[in-house]
Each structure stands twice: as structure tokens, then as C-alpha cells.
């Protein structure tokens, strides 16, 4: 059975801590990772990672990917409080995607 | 545009009744999906559609019916609600010819309780 496993599943930091989520994967036939972030609403499209060791970076943000120990890496530098979210990742399979718990972070000012 | 439209956004309905959530969207996206989120379980994939006249289950699919008979609606039915069904849906679609296939655009979400 297709599995995204994330952690930690709750993160508490100070605003200008650095922090890191993760995900772990056991997809066959593995193509992309994706990773959203979701506020109040819907989830918004961060990140796509197909190639291991090539890291994605938008801002403050950043990911990574790792085929051969199936897993893959978000970082988010000197955080903010709008950074607080949930974030989550997902791992197409066929026509379908699997997402993960997601992981809720809270930035405290 | 106006991307992935979601209807309603709030619903509150009685064990037993029936309600249809809408969703429409006008990008001209092959693939159409729906998910279910609840609080520790993420987003877990209810039923999904790759074109017009075409459905399939996903993850969780009892307790609901779609259908697709144009491209731009995949209406939600649930024929008979019960309290397991409180929770927030969300409508997605992806182009499948895109380079970006995959990376699915959602709708705002429709919080239904089922009392």
C-alpha cells in the first residue's frame, strides 16, 4: 500500500527559528513529491520535486529530495508568523495523490 | 477565471438526509477529484474523474456518488448523510496535458456537518 508519512506532526518555533519538515514515502513507480501549504482555506502549491539532491527554493523556503532514501525535506528560514500554516506533502501514484498527515507548524511573535 | 468553484461553503444537514455538493471549474481540466480532510488524517481522496463519462473510487468512497457528465462540473452526492460525514471537502483539478501535471488547484473548501 502506497504510504507519505509525515513529521513532526506539530511544531512549535519562535519567529526567526529555522525549522525543517519531512516526509517519507513508499510509492511504486515514484514520479514527483509535491509539497502545499494551507492557511485557513485551501492548500496552495509550494514545491515539485522529481530529481534527487536538486533543491527547490522560493524565498525563505526550500526543499529537497532524496529518491534513494525516499524522503524529502522542507526548510523555512528565519520564520514568520504568516509562515504558520499546515503543511503537507503528496506523492502522485497513477491518478491519484496520496498526501500525508500534514504537518501543523505554529510561529510564535 | 475562476478557477475551482466549491458550493456551498457552509452545510448543515440531519443524519439521513441527502445533499449534493457542486463543483465547477473553468480551466478545462481533464482530471477532477474530491477530498475529504479531517483533523489528524489529512487530505484523504474520495472519488476522482480523468475526462467526461468517466469516475473511479479513491480512498474513501462510501457513503458518496459522482458523476461527470461535462468537463467542468463533478458534483459530490451524499445519498444519505451520517454524523462519520462531518467534515471539510475540497474539489481539485489538474491539466493533465500540462508540464505541471500533478499539481492540483483547489477549490476553498465546503465544511459540512452532519448532526
Known amino acids: 500500500e502506497d504510504k507519505v508519512v509525515q513529521s513532526p506532526l506539530s511544531l512549535v518555533v519562535h519567529e526567526g527559528d529555522t525549522v525543517t519538515l519531512n516526509c517519507s514515502y513508499e510509492?511504486?513507480?515514484?514520479?514527483?513529491l509535491l509539497w502545499y501549504k494551507q492557511e485557513k482555506k485551501a492548500p496552495t502549491f509550494l514545491f515539485m520535486l522529481?530529481?534527487?539532491?536538486i533543491e527547490k527554493k522560493s524565498g525563505r523556503l526550500s526543499s529537497i529530495l532524496d529518491k534513494k532514501e525516499l524522503f524529502s525535506i522542507l526548510n523555512i528560514t528565519a520564520t514568520q508568523t504568516g509562515d504558520s500554516a499546515i503543511y503537507l506533502c503528496?506523492?502522485?501514484?497513477?491518478?491519484?495523490?496520496?498526501f500525508g498527515t500534514g504537518t501543523r507548524l505554529t510561529i510564535i511573535p | 477565471n475562476a478557477g475551482v468553484t466549491q458550493t456551498p461553503k457552509f452545510q448543515v444537514l440531519k443524519t439521513g438526509q441527502s445533499m449534493t455538493l457542486q463543483c465547477a471549474q473553468d480551466?478545462?481540466?481533464?482530471?477532477m477529484s474530491w477530498y475529504r480532510q479531517d483533523p489528524g488524517m489529512g487530505l484523504r481522496l474520495i472519488h476522482y474523474?480523468?475526462?467526461?463519462?468517466?469516475?473511479d473510487q479513491g480512498e474513501v468512497p462510501n457513503g458518496y456518488n459522482v458523476s461527470r457528465s461535462t468537463t467542468e462540473d463533478f458534483p459530490l452526492r451524499l445519498l444519505s448523510a451520517a454524523p462519520s460525514q462531518t467534515s471539510v471537502y475540497f474539489c481539485?483539478?489538474?491539466?493533465?496535458?500540462?508540464?505541471?501535471?500533478?499539481?492540483?488547484?483547489f477549490g476553498a473548501g465546503s465544511r459540512l456537518t452532519v448532526l
Open positions: 481539485a483539478s489538474i491539466n493533465l496535458r500540462s508540464s505541471g501535471a500533478n499539481v492540483l488547484t
Open positions: 503528496a506523492v502522485p501514484y497513477n491518478e491519484k495523490l496520496t
Open positions: 480551466m478545462n481540466h481533464e482530471y
Open positions: 522529481t530529481s534527487s539532491g
Open positions: 474523474s480523468v475526462g467526461a463519462g468517466i469516475t
Open positions: 510509492v511504486t513507480n515514484f514520479r514527483s
